[in-house]
Nanobody
């Protein structure tokens, strides 16, 4: 099982970024998928998920700004992040929902700063 996140970087407040997560070793189309993030000094938190039939759910902190999507043909899940705020700075990781805690990837760093 592998989750390989990419697409992070440095962005100014109010900017946008899309992160991706390529998966392998799981029956992707049969799993609900989620995005999680861990800010410095804080615990990892769930922020969004997409079900096998495409239903989505979001944490209140990102609702209306972030959009999760999936491409079953590519076994990849995406997170489009708009109107980014400094408090969105974190390492972003994907996993199944609920997560398989033995198989976290390295994540991708998103830094929101002017």
């Amino acid at each position: 099982v592998q989750f390989v996140e990419s697409g992070g970087g440095l962005v100014q407040p109010g900017g946008s970024l899309r992160v991706s997560c390529a998966t392998s070793g799981i029956p992707f189309r049969l799993n609900d998928m989620g995005w999680y993030r861990q800010a410095p000094g804080k615990q990892r938190e769930w922020i969004a998920d997409v079900s096998i039939i495409g239903n989505t759910d979001y944490a209140d902190s990102v609702k209306g700004r972030f959009t999760i999507s999936r491409d079953n043909a590519k076994s990849t899940v995406y997170l489009q992040m708009n109107s980014l705020k400094p408090e969105d700075t974190a390492v972003y990781s994907c996993n199944t929902q609920p997560p398989m805690n033995d198989f976290w990837g390295q994540g991708t760093q998103v830094t929101v700063s002017s």
